[in-house]
Nanobody, 128 residues
């Protein structure tokens, strides 16, 4: 059974940094495409960053240049380094994982519906 456990959330001031981690168990992360999503109260879940099996990454425009997604296959851990945080980054952050075919377009990996495996979320709050 696939399990994903996020950590690293917290409260920071605008301009600060946080690093989220998502530890995976029950499967080998090297075979999975993984992503970070976030959801603010009253809003839809939004794809933030994704990384495919080959290590190629994709970001939503609002975080480009500020966030970095990475994966340590040896530790079965996904990371999201978040710098220059803004109040609008405040949300519950989730990691997700799925086995996708190698031809699956990276541009489609920020769609929540393609993932069947989700963590429980970690809260990020950025104050101005």
């Amino acid at each position: 059974q696939v399990q994903l456990v996020e950590s690293g959330g917290g409260s920071v001031q605008a301009g600060g940094s946080l690093t989220l981690a998502c530890v995976a168990s029950g499967y080998t992360s090297s075979t999975y495409s993984m992503a970070w999503f976030r959801q603010a109260p009253g809003e839809e879940r939004e794809g933030v960053a994704a990384i495919d099996r080959g290590g190629a990454s994709l970001y939503v425009d609002s975080v480009k240049g500020r966030f970095t997604i990475s994966k340590d296959n040896a530790k079965n851990t996904l990371y999201l380094q978040m710098n220059s945080l803004k109040p609008e980054d405040t949300a519950l952050y989730y990691c997700a994982a799925e086995v996708l075919p190698r031809w699956y377009p990276l541009a489609q990996m920020l769609v929540p519906g393609i993932y069947n495996n989700w963590g429980q979320g970690t809260q990020v709050t950025v104050s101005s």
